[in-house]
C-alpha cells in the first residue's frame, strides 16, 4: 500500500510563496506520474498541475500557470519526492490540496480518475 504525505501548507498573504512537498511512503515510486489537486469549500476537486514519471513533462491548469511550479526528485536513492511551489498567492488559491499517484501513465493527468492514490491533504489559505 502506497501511503502520500503532503505538507508545506499554511496561511499567507495574498502574494506570497508556499511550497508544498509529498512524500511518498516507498523508495519504487519512479514509476508514478505525480498530480496536485485542490478542493474549496462547496466545489468540486479540481486539477492544479501534474509531472510525468521521467519529470520531464509538466502540466498546469491555466489559473495557475506562470505562478506554480511542480518538480520532483528522481535522483539516484532518492524517494521520487515531489513538491508544487506556488507564487504569487490569491485568496481564490485557498483550498485543501491533494497529492496523488498515478501508477505507470503519463496522459490524461489532469483527470482524477488517473490516479491510484491521493494524500490526506494540506491545508493552504491566503488571506487577502
Known amino acids: 500500500q502506497v501511503q502520500l504525505v503532503e505538507s508545506g501548507g499554511g496561511l499567507v498573504q495574498a502574494g506570497g510563496s508556499l511550497r508544498l512537498i509529498c512524500e511518498p511512503s516507498r523508495r519504487t515510486f519512479s514509476n508514478y506520474a505525480m498530480g496536485w489537486f485542490r478542493q474549496a469549500p462547496g466545489n468540486e476537486r479540481e486539477f492544479v498541475a501534474a509531472i510525468s514519471r521521467s519529470g520531464i513533462s509538466t502540466y498546469y491548469a491555466d489559473s495557475v500557470k506562470g505562478r506554480f511550479t511542480i518538480f520532483r526528485d528522481n535522483a539516484k536513492n532518492a524517494k521520487n519526492t515531489v513538491y508544487l511551489q506556488m507564487n504569487s498567492l490569491k485568496p481564490e488559491d485557498t483550498a485543501v490540496y491533494y497529492c496523488?499517484?498515478?501508477?505507470?501513465?503519463?496522459?490524461?493527468?489532469?483527470?482524477?480518475?488517473?490516479?491510484?492514490?491521493w494524500g490526506q491533504g494540506t491545508q493552504v489559505t491566503v488571506s487577502s
Open positions: 496523488a499517484a498515478a501508477n505507470s501513465v503519463d496522459y490524461g493527468l489532469e483527470q482524477l480518475q488517473r490516479y491510484d492514490y
